[in-house]
C-alpha cells in the first residue's frame, strides 16, 4: 500500500499536465506544474535512477511565496530522464555527458527556453554541463550537487561496491542481471543509507518512494551507461565556464559530497552562492523541501522584479 506524501496537499493545488516532445529522435516526456501565465519558468532535471515525482516536494513548496512577484508565480517543467520514467533512451546513443548535455539542450530549446535550469544530484552534473557548452540560462540551480569525485568521497569504499553491483549487473545474463539491479531488498539498502532524518513516517515516505520509482529504468544498458557517467563527472570540471548566476543548495550531511569539497565547488563558480542546510543528506528534495524552495524563491526574486 503506498505511504501517503506528507506534501500531497500543497501539491493537489498545483494544477499539472503531462506532454511530449521529440527530442534527438526519441520522446521525451515531461510534466508542467503550475499555470501557463506564470512569471517564472524552472527546467527541473532529476537524478540518478529517479524521475520527475522526485522533486515534486519541492515544487509543491514554490507557489505562493512573497517576492515572486504575481500571484501566478512559478511554473516547473521537469521531464523524465532519457532511460528513466517515462521517456525512452536515446536511439542509436550511448548515454554518456555529451548525450544528456545535448538532450538537455535540445529539450529546453524546444520546450522552455529561457528557463532558469535546475538539477539535482546526478541532474546537477547533467545541467552544469548543459549550460557550460551553451544552454541559455539567466540563472543555475544545483541541489545535492556533485562536487567531489565519488571515489574521493567518505564513502568511496561504497562507490566501489556500487560499481561492482552495476558491473555485475551489466554482465549476467540479462533476465538475472536486471533482477539483480531491480532488487528491492538493495534498493532499499541504498534508501536507508542516505536517509538522515529520525521522522518514523517521512522515513516511511522516502523508502516508498524509492521503492515505487528507483527501478522505473528502461533497461539495464541505460542503467550502467548512465551509471558510469555519474561516477566519471562531476560539476567541478564544468563550474569555471558557467558564468551565470549559480545557487548551490548542499546539505551538510550529505555522504555523496561532503560540505567542505560543496565549500571549495562554490569558489569555482564565476558567480555562486552556497546555501547550506543542516541536519539533511543526499535528499533535500525529500527531506527538507520547504527550505530549498526558500532558498530558490530567494535566489529567483530579482527576476521577477520589474527593471526601473
Known amino acids: 500500500m503506498p505511504v501517503p506524501s506528507p506534501y500531497a496537499a500543497r501539491l493537489d493545488r498545483i494544477p499539472v499536465q503531462r506532454r511530449e516532445a521529440e527530442v534527438l529522435g526519441g520522446r521525451t516526456?515531461?510534466?508542467?506544474?503550475?499555470?501557463?501565465?506564470?512569471?517564472?519558468?524552472?527546467?527541473?532535471?532529476?537524478?540518478?535512477?529517479?524521475?520527475?515525482h522526485g522533486l515534486e516536494p519541492v515544487v509543491a513548496h514554490l507557489p505562493g511565496a512573497e517576492g515572486t512577484g504575481s500571484t501566478a508565480g512559478i511554473r516547473v517543467i521537469m521531464p523524465d530522464l532519457p532511460g528513466f520514467g517515462e521517456t525512452a533512451p536515446l536511439p542509436g546513443r550511448v548515454h554518456d555527458?555529451?548525450?544528456?548535455?545535448?538532450?538537455?539542450?535540445?529539450f529546453a530549446a524546444a520546450v522552455a527556453p529561457g528557463a532558469v535550469v535546475l538539477g539535482h544530484s546526478f541532474g546537477s552534473i547533467v545541467a552544469s554541463a548543459a549550460?557550460?557548452?551553451?544552454?541559455?540560462?539567466?540563472?543555475?540551480?544545483?541541489?545535492?550537487?556533485?562536487?567531489?569525485?565519488?571515489?574521493?568521497?567518505?564513502?568511496?569504499?561504497?562507490?566501489?561496491?556500487?560499481?561492482?553491483?552495476?558491473?555485475?549487473?551489466a554482465r549476467l545474463p540479462e533476465a538475472?542481471?536486471?533482477?539483480?539491479?531491480?532488487?528491492?531488498?538493495?534498493?532499499?539498502v541504498m534508501s536507508i543509507a542516505m536517509a538522515k532524518t529520525a521522522d518514523p513516517e517521512l522515513r516511511r515516505f522516502v523508502h516508498d518512494q524509492h521503492d515505487t520509482y528507483?527501478?522505473?529504468?528502461?533497461?539495464?544498458?541505460?542503467?550502467?551507461?548512465?551509471?558510469?557517467?555519474s561516477?566519471?563527472?562531476?560539476?567541478?570540471?564544468?563550474a569555471p565556464r558557467i558564468a551565470v548566476p549559480t545557487l548551490l543548495i548542499a546539505a551538510q550531511r550529505d555522504d555523496i559530497t561532503p560540505i567542505e569539497a560543496e565549500r571549495h565547488l562554490a569558489t569555482l563558480f564565476p558567480d555562486a552562492e552556497l546555501v547550506e542546510i543542516a541536519?539533511?543528506?543526499?535528499?533535500?528534495?525529500?527531506?527538507?523541501?520547504?527550505?530549498?524552495?526558500?532558498?530558490?524563491?530567494?535566489f529567483l526574486r530579482p527576476l521577477a522584479v520589474p527593471a526601473p
Do not use: C, M
Open 29 to 52: 516526456a515531461y510534466w508542467i506544474y503550475g499555470p501557463e501565465d506564470a512569471e517564472l519558468t524552472v527546467l527541473a532535471v532529476h537524478g540518478f535512477r529517479g524521475e520527475h
Open 97 to 106: 555527458i555529451e548525450a544528456y548535455a545535448e538532450w538537455l539542450s535540445e
Open 131 to 169: 549550460v557550460a557548452t551553451g544552454l541559455a540560462t539567466p540563472r543555475l540551480i544545483l541541489v545535492n550537487p556533485i562536487g567531489a569525485p565519488a571515489l574521493e568521497g567518505p564513502k568511496a569504499v561504497l562507490t566501489r561496491l556500487a560499481i561492482l553491483y552495476y558491473a555485475l549487473g
Open 176 to 188: 538475472l542481471g536486471t533482477e539483480l539491479l531491480r532488487n528491492r531488498v538493495i534498493v532499499r
Open 214 to 229: 528507483f527501478s522505473r529504468f528502461s533497461d539495464r544498458d541505460v542503467l550502467s551507461q548512465a551509471f558510469r557517467t
Open 231 to 238: 561516477v566519471s563527472h562531476d560539476v567541478r570540471e564544468f
Open 279 to 298: 541536519h539533511v543528506g543526499h535528499l533535500i528534495h525529500y527531506e527538507t523541501p520547504a527550505e530549498a524552495a526558500g532558498a530558490i524563491r530567494r
